[in-house]
């Protein structure tokens, strides 16, 4: 901690310093820098890889370190505007035009203005993250031998292996493939199951990230309604009829936005009416990993009870974990898995070795277990106390389902309220919700809005953004402003 500040500090000065000499000029030695700021040689030399990094110094090993000379920049200069053009010209050759549109995605991974309480955030708070954890298991990895080598293209086999042991008894480590996350994974998936064009079923509401894959690889989602018990099996056998699509991409457990969990006498539906269609379960497991303390023994992945090959399943490990930790699986039986295994080595390669070996030893080791009971106990209190807080402050927007897992609710406007007022009014006000249009892939049911309860600091930001939210629902339907709103900071 100490030798972090140092380090910055020394940053600081030698980087007001640098003006003062003339652009490849020399700097003086460390060991200059050793004795003027006492410091220790390894807090001077990080800070100059600092600097370098920054483009400020440049370092010549054995000669020291320079001013960097500035670059001319050439930007300016030049004419993007053909771009534009360029960029959609060639859609008419198309069967369904490509639209890529990363809003869905960046709503969740954005960091709200300063000031601002996040109900948006589709991660854990870094409070909740294991931090420690992560980072000890990071420096293990890198001196495990081979670290930094090639890994097999698959994945490391003991990662593989554990993927395996959590999804049930019909997967082996065979089938399975290390991803980068669940987004890759679900690229890897619609791209290896469906040709431009077609169309794949989804479930309304569902996860804006995966429509924005369908529609960046030129698939055509269709909608079928999700109600408390998840997907509706009879909407589901029709849009397999009217459509013949051959993929439907689904969510049993805690599901995004609704939180519903697949009912048991819809899982063997789905998977029954899918094989009958010839058809393929994208089963995304994206928050297994987040049960609430009270959410009870879970239902296993759909996989566990695929015999035939009809499940292709998605899961991974940064929910539970950071969003940098971007490690996932696909696993899959049959020819499908070649066609997934080729498609992610052309898109990828592989997932970066010593970041496997990192999932390994973070898994491993005894901190996590603990790391995901604290998570558990965190994540009912949170979802409590938003809960609580709804119930006394914001009684008009009705919430339907209470999930016990995952990170967020999902809430109807009452009539007259709508999604984008009540999102500026927020944004005034202090706090920043996802709004419910993205989620769906045609026309909405109705106004709604997601609120995550994960990415603040606890259970006093949830009070105070509720408080904001009641603020900003009273000015969106035009009643009065209280007076707390004037002391929260005006953001925008
Ligand atoms: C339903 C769902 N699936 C998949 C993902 C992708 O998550 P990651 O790539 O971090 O594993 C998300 C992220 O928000 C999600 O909400």
Known sequence: MKQSSSVADLTDELRKEVNRYSPGGKLPSSRALVERFRVSPVTVSRALAQLAAEGLVVTRPGAGAY???????????????????????????????????????????????????????????????????MAAALSRAGRRPGAWGRPPLDGLPELREWFARGIGDTVTAADVLITSGGQSALTTALRALAPPGAPVLVESPTYPGMLAIARAAGLRPVPVPVDRDGVRPDLLADAFRATGARVFVCQPLFQNPTGAVLAADRRPEVLRIAREAGAFVVEDDFVRRLPHEDSGPLPRPLAAEDPDGVVVHVCSLTKATSPSFRVGALAARGPVLERLRAIQIVDTFFVPRPLQEAALELVGSPAWPRHQRTLSTELRARRDAMTAGLALRLPELALPHIPSGGYHLWLRLPDGLDEPALQSAALRAGVAFTPGRPYFSAEPTAAHIRLSFAAVSGTEEIAEGLRRLRAACDEALGGPVPQFVRHTPAVL
């Open 67 to 133: 001013r960097a000379r500035p670059r001319t920049p050439l930007a300016a200069t030049g004419d993007t505007s053909w771009q534009e053009v360029a960029l959609s010209a060639d859609g008419a050759a198309d069967l369904v035009p490509r639209t890529v549109d990363a809003s869905g995605v960046t709503v969740c991974l954005a960091a709200p203005p300063p000031g601002v309480i996040e109900f948006s955030g589709g991660y854990p708070h870094p409070s909740l993250q294991p931090e420690k954890a």
